[in-house]
């Protein structure tokens, strides 16, 4: 019996050992970074983003960029906030913010496209009848795609029902129950039919010139143009369609839900509208009103996840062997469409040196580069010229939006320009 005790007290010994052993592997890996520049050119972006971390332009960020299929940088910075409690790993999400138009909503209508379920040259009207009757619904899906359609950049919805002085209880409240279940932060519902109030607002909006105006609005019609076709929500049919059976697991709307472990970067203190630090809430006021997901804003993902997505972009539809959407239909949606004058997008993408060199991008971005940026701090662009795709993921509005102090310091083009160097470009 002593025997068998001391035999079994080894063998519990053993297991722990491995466990913590495995645990620790696991953290290792999990935070791993990947560097094959030369060192000169790493230890520069380095410098930059300590800087801009030691300034509090940011808390922290994700860099990745694969170059012919093969991670040659990926980096974690700095810490979730400015607490230097909980370091950013590979594993963090973060609010992408408007990067959710091309890799979500925009990759929807790319399927549905693929699937001859819509064609781009529909009106809103053919499919959202609340529209009926109005020039909203004339416009056409191209023209919600490449923000010509002359719908205006933004509405703060939000600033009519809530402020830093006051709340309307009518449409807010703490506690939910049968009138108010739609939560947008943690205590605050919205009542159920204030969605159906900002449709009707959008539907009589007035439309301006057709011309380029980068517009939210034209992005939640687009996503009540699929879920009238699917008929369903569409992060379930994205969910379905793409991020699941693409392996990817921390990529997604309502990150609450899915992220388990807490390992989400919180965005703005937010004094106006929901009163407290957003952590797991999307950013974006209009998409908050509409469940967390107003077609503009709502996806939550790491960098490493985004690159599964471009990554299959960049491969014409494929990743894995699998085929998500058919060649043709990549290469049309991501290439510059020009329309009303407009010679800078695609379809729900961003093209921004077509036309011109842009001093969005590096001088040695490709004229067919194509990605798009976020307001919480993010980009991503692919240049199928260079085989490079870069990624930059932050979380630069916590705990004030503004000022955009990320954009005046130009880190993310600065860190791009860099790699580009790296690779001899």
Same mark, same amino acid.
């Given at each position: 019996m002593k025997r068998f005790l001391k035999y079994l007290l080894v063998l519990c010994l053993f297991l722990f050992s491995f466990t913590a052993c495995f645990a620790q592997n696991n953290a290792e890996k999990e935070n791993a970074s990947v560097d094959l520049l030369p060192a000169y050119y790493s230890h520069r972006i380095d410098s930059m983003v300590n800087l801009c971390i030691d300034h509090k332009i940011l808390p922290g960020c994700q860099i990745l960029a694969i170059h012919s299929d093969s991670v040659v940088f990926s980096k974690n910075y700095g810490f979730l906030t400015y607490d230097s409690v909980d370091a950013v790993n590979d594993a963090t999400v973060y609010d992408v913010a408007s990067m959710t138009k091309p890799l979500a909503t925009t990759l929807a209508v790319m399927r549905l496209f693929d699937d001859r379920r819509l064609r781009l040259t529909d009106k809103v009207g053919q499919y959202l009848d609340y529209t009926s009757g109005t020039a909203v619904a004339e416009l056409t899906l191209a023209e919600l795609l490449t923000h010509t359609s002359g719908l205006s950049a933004f509405v703060p919805f939000y600033r009519e029902i809530s402020g830093k002085d006051f709340w309307d209880t009518t449409v807010l409240h703490t506690v939910?129950?049968?009138?108010?279940? $739609?939560?947008?932060?943690?205590?605050?519902?919205?009542?159920? !039919?204030?969605? !159906?109030?900002?449709?009707?607002?959008?539907?009589?909006?007035?439309? #301006?010139?057709?011309?380029?105006?980068?517009?939210?609005?034209?992005?939640?019609?687009? *996503?009540?143009? +699929?879920?009238?076709?699917?008929?369903?929500? %569409?992060?379930?049919?994205?969910? !379905?369609?793409f991020y699941r059976p693409m392996g990817l697991r921390r990529t #997604?709307?309502?990150?609450?839900?899915? +992220?388990?472990? #807490?390992?989400?970067?919180?965005?703005?203190?937010?004094?106006?509208?929901?009163k407290?630090?957003?952590?797991?809430?999307?950013?974006?006021?209009? @998409?908050?009103? /509409?469940? #967390?997901?107003?077609?503009?804003?709502? $996806?939550? =993902?790491?960098?490493?996840?985004?690159? @599964?997505? $471009?990554?299959?972009? %960049?491969?014409?539809?494929?990743?894995?062997?699998?085929?998500? $959407?058919?060649? *043709?239909? +990549?290469?049309? /949606?991501? =290439?510059?469409?020009?329309?009303?004058?407009?010679?800078?997008?695609?379809?729900?993408?961003?093209?921004?040196?077509f036309p011109a060199k842009n001093p969005v991008l590096p001088a040695q971005a490709g004229r067919r580069t194509y990605g798009h940026q976020g307001f919480t701090g993010t980009v991503f662009w692919c240049d199928p010229d260079a085989d490079l795709i870069y990624i930059f993921l932050s979380n630069r509005v916590y705990p004030d939006m503004e000022p955009n102090r990320l954009s005046q310091s130009r880190l993310r083009l600065l860190a791009h320009e860099e790699i580009y160097k790296a690779l001899g470009f």
């Open positions: 939910a129950d049968d009138r108010f279940s $739609l939560k947008v932060a943690d205590n605050i519902f919205l009542r159920n !039919d204030y969605p !159906d109030t900002l449709r009707y607002k959008i539907a009589i909006y007035h439309i #301006g010139q057709k011309k380029y105006v980068y517009s939210d609005l034209g992005f939640f019609l687009l *996503k009540e143009v +699929v879920e009238s076709i699917i008929q369903r929500p %569409m992060e379930e049919y994205l969910t !379905d369609e #997604g709307f309502h990150p609450l839900e899915f +992220v388990k472990d #807490g390992n989400i970067a919180p965005t703005e203190n937010d004094k106006y509208f929901r407290q630090v957003l952590k797991g809430y999307v950013h974006d006021q209009t @998409a908050a009103l /509409f469940g #967390g997901n107003g077609g503009n804003a709502g $996806l939550f =993902s790491t960098a490493h996840e985004v690159s @599964a997505l $471009l990554s299959m972009l %960049m491969h014409g539809g494929v990743y894995n062997g699998r085929t998500y $959407l058919s060649e *043709k239909t +990549v290469r049309q /949606f991501v =290439s510059t469409c020009p329309m009303h004058g407009c010679q800078r997008r695609g379809l729900g993408f961003d093209t921004p040196s």
